[in-house]
């Protein structure tokens, strides 16, 4: 009965939307209809309003639903949503500025001399609006009034003209910033949290291990990783179209033919070209550029680009007027000082000390006064200028109603469809697919590609990828990151745009376009482009690092990078150490000689040993290498014959499971009716099913080759062997280093221990005094100034003595002198030592730690350098099977 109440849900959607519901109503609406008519039809028939539910229940259901309301509206930790309204509003002012305008007439004049130049200033606006607004209708709207009648008036191919408008029109879905990718970032949030679930009951199953290793987990993915993982993807679709184009121009001439310019390209026309391109150029920088640097997180950046895109009206609106930059220029101004008040000074208020930090705050305060008036200044001009600012606040409140409505109504409907057990059959469907994740993955393309003829980009992004995205995620064998996937989807949406009959981009053109260009020339122009898309699409598929690279690299170069420690970069880090071992093992061996010979007896008895046992552990860094170097060979040569089996093994297994819930679910059925004799020929049914089903298991048991556990125990046998060698690798290099850094950061911190000599005298002078109080607080001191020192816990051990001492009653300063003299001693001992050092073995420490700090030291560096950011980036852009180890 589940199945006809999922059925019920699905057909009550689409009536819904194909009667022209709106979205946010028939998403819902279908949802709350099928749960009642389900719990309605349980209550009646089965005495329980549950009965007709694979999982849970209304009542479960209502509960989910308030859940994600909550979630969506007041989660302060879910605010990637926030960024919505910010682009929203900075796409709409923009558009409502005339700043698209400014761009088409100028970027038509500069490229229409060369063969399919009109296409190709399309193509460029389009690109650079999509950064900027990324507002499908308002693009295709505003290129259709303005470029396509010029493309016409100079015998342009009226379907290349279409096509080319109509696509780079749609750019704004995958070139960052964009609405599509906000909520893509969303709905993949959820899906990796429901992915790792999988996989880890998928690896306790297999395994019977409770913990699966953090590197075997699941990549996520931010708002900020999907801009970054799109851009790249979204540059290669500008180069495909305007290859298209010139190709198009150079095979047939008369389809895309050269316009001249009539005017001249002097200081004036170049002057034009700057103002209308330097500023969406600034604000995408400004944008983009804040979250790829670090600066700023994606609602961060969305403020900054309404803020520009304010700024930008400010002038746009008073275009040949007198003093119309005065606000953009004040802003600029500002925040040029801000900057150099930034980098100058230090501006945190609770660090004020001194006249010239009052100096800077007050210098700050100004600045953002004046940022603050150039803002406000420009708000005005939007406000009393053709009522702009409010016809662009109405319009973002509608867009942005929308969304977050059809965001629920989607929430509403997943759960519904879960609760029929749908998501269990989409899950079940997928995984009996042969083929493995390739095939799964180029069904569900497939599946979203033929719904962009019928639904909207959001109803495919909220309603398709939460139910899909979990089970793809989860495999294994193909590994891919959330980034990828979402970045996948949202090419493969993009098309919906162009998809007919429902194409939005198609319906947006043909109402602005001329009579004499027919609908179906425009279907035709769309046409190609989809294809072209479809090609982008294939190489983003086959070349994962386009997507994944730049995210990676991003957060490798972050103030917030993982050290090089972190396990999941462990792969990527001993790849590039390993090659570095290869390349300079003979200068890495000579140094670690030369050090060896180093005389260390300025250094304490425990540091001189613990040193010597460092070199040593650095000398056999090379013969642990070559045995983590012979392991990975055997295991790789294993895999060669036992993948096959263990991948035959597991889909079997999987069979079986899938069996195992059917009988499970058919015994539970046959509990069920067993008391009621009205049932007898269902129970017979049911127990001829549950004999049939067990036969069934049996016979895959059987199909399970019999080599199976010899090949399993020998694979696991090395792979144990291989791991093992890794750690000991690890443990061996992090121990050689971590001695070396310990025995340099003392010996750097000698002037650091030295100044506190007076102090210490001072502590000498006021116990012998016999003042007590005075004497623990300079304890205190003192200890807080050992605190971040190494190597001196004796002596803290012993000041920490002293004053429990000081503490007693009755008091009795005697008691306080001897371990007093006792932590004098090793004070002056341990400043005697390391002074000593810096002269005779600091510098040759220093040289060694030059050498090795890159390979041997670096699992203990703080942080990635760039290049080896960039490098171990690269390597985790591309995807690794990791089935074997489930």
Known sequence: MELVFLAILLLLMMLALTAGYPVAFALPGSSILAISLAALCGYWFAGDPSAYFAQDGPTQWLSAGVTNFRSLYWDVERDTLIAIPLFVFMGIMLQRSKIAEDLLVTMAQLFGPVPGGLGISVVFVGALLAATTGIVGATVIAMGLISLPAMLRNRYSKSLASGTICAAGTLGQIIPPSIVLIILADQLSSAVDQASTLRKAEYREVTGEFSMPSELGITSASTGDMFMGALLPGLLLVAIYMAYILISAALRPNTAPPVPYHGNYDRQFWWRVAVALVPPLALIFAVLGSIVMGVATVNQAGAIGAVGAMLMAGYRLMAGKRGAYRPALLAIGATIVLFALVNGFDLNIKNIHSDRDRLGIAGAALAVAALAVAVLWSAW???????????????????????????????????????????????????????????????????????????????????????????????????????????????????????????????????????????????????????????????????????????????????????????????????????????????????????????????????????????????????????????????????????????????????????????????????????????????????????????????????????????????????????????????????????????????????????????????????????????????????????????????????????RALKAEPLTINSATQPLRQATAMFKQEITWRTTAATALLPALDAYNDRIKSNIGLRLQKRLSKEQAKDIAACQAKHRDISLNF
Request: include cysteine; charge should be positive; hydrophobic fraction near 45%.
């Open 381 to 803: 001009r939007a406000y009393t200028i053709d009522d702009t600012l409010r016809g662009v606040m109405i319009e973002t409140a509608k867009t942005t109603s929308m969304v977050f409505i059809i965001l629920i109504g989607a929430a509403m409907l997943t759960s519904a469809f879960r609760g029929f057990g749908g998501e269990h059959l989409v899950k079940e469907f997928l995984t009996s697919l042969p083929g493995g994740f390739w095939m799964q993955f180029v069904v569900v393309m497939a599946v979203i590609f033929l719904l962009g003829f019928f639904l909207d980009f959001i109803e495919i992004a909220v309603v398709v990828v939460p139910i899909v995205a979990p089970i793809l995620l989860a495999d294994p064998s193909a590994n891919v990151t959330a980034v990828w996937l979402g970045v996948m989807v949202g090419l493969n949406i993009q098309t919906s745009f162009l998809t007919p009959p429902f194409g939005f981009a198609l319906f947006y053109l043909r109402g602005v376009a001329p009579p004499q260009v027919k609908t179906t020339q425009i279907y035709r122009g769309a046409a190609a482009f989809i294809v072209l898309q479809l090609i982008g699409l294939g190489i983003a598929g086959y070349f994962p690092s386009l997507v994944n690279y730049m995210p990676s690299r991003t957060y490798l170069t972050s103030e917030t990078a993982p050290p090089p420690i972190n396990p999941r970069l462990q792969h990527c880090l001993e790849r590039r150490v390993f090659a570095e071992y290869r390349h300079a093992q003979a200068r890495i061996i000579d140094s670690i000689q030369r050090v060896r010979g180093v005389d260390v007896s300025s250094l304490p008895n425990q540091h001189r040993a613990a040193l010597r046992a460092s070199f040593a552990a650095a000398n056999d860094t090379f013969a642990l290498v070559d045995r983590v170097a012979s392991a990975e060979t055997e295991l790789n040569s294993s895999q060669q014959e036992y993948a096959p089996l263990h991948r035959e093994v597991r889909r079997i297994q999987q069979k079986i499971r899938r069996l195992e819930r059917k009988i499970q679910q058919a015994e539970i059925n046959f509990q069920r009716i067993q008391h009621i004799q009205s049932t007898a020929q269902k129970q017979a049914e049911l127990a001829a099913r549950i004999a049939q089903l067990k036969q069934n298991k049996a016979a895959l048991l059987a199909d399970i080759p019999s080599n199976w556990h010899a090949a399993k125990a020998a694979y696991a046998e090395l792979l144990n062997t291989e791991q093992k060698a890794r750690r000991a690798y690890r443990q061996n290099v992090d121990s050689a280093y971590q001695t070396l850094a310990e025995v340099r950061g003392m010996i750097q911190q000698r002037a650091s221990l030295a100044a506190l000599e007076a102090p210490w005298r001072e502590l000498e002078r006021l116990i012998a005094a016999g003042s007590a109080q005075q004497a623990i607080a300079e304890i205190k001191q003192l200890e807080r100034a050992l605190r971040p020192l190494s190597g001196v816990h004796p002596i803290q051990t012993k000041l920490t003595e002293v004053r």
